[in-house]
């Protein structure tokens, strides 16, 4: 099993700036890709940006240019660094891994969210 544990949510004002990191734990062979998603009051989970294990991303346009995923392979940790934080951008943040065993294996893994709120 994996368990994945999300940090930095908060409340911003509009404008301001927040890093989210998510860290996983357990039985990890290889990380195939890394995610995050949000959802916001009412609207469906929607994929914010992913990196793959050879480093290509992937951003949602209404993010692009404001944010930026990246990861620590050594410590299985993934960071979304989000700035010019809009009131549209709040909602709950969660991570996603995809890793594999040494069998081949994949799965996915959710982290249980952290919460952003950017006010006006």
């Known amino acids: 099993q994996v368990q994945l544990v999300e940090s930095g949510g908060g409340l911003v004002q509009a404008g301001g700036s927040l890093r989210l990191s998510c860290a996983a734990s357990?039985?990890?062979?290889?990380?195939?890709?890394m995610g995050w998603y949000r959802q916001a009051p009412g609207k469906q989970r929607e994929l914010v940006t992913t990196?793959?294990?050879?480093?290509?991303?992937n951003y949602a346009d209404s993010v692009k240019g404001r944010f930026t995923i990246s990861r620590d392979n050594a410590k299985n940790t993934v960071y979304l660094q989000m700035n010019s934080l809009k009131p549209d951008d709040t909602a709950v943040y969660y991570c996603?891994?995809?890793?594999?065993?040494?069998?081949?294996?994949?799965?996915?893994?959710w982290g249980k969210g952290t919460l952003v709120t950017v006010s006006s």
């Open positions: 996603k891994f995809e890793v594999s065993d040494r069998a081949g294996r994949r799965s996915n893994y």
């Open positions: 990196i793959t294990s050879d480093g290509s991303t």
């Open positions: 357990g039985s990890i062979f290889s990380i195939k890709a």
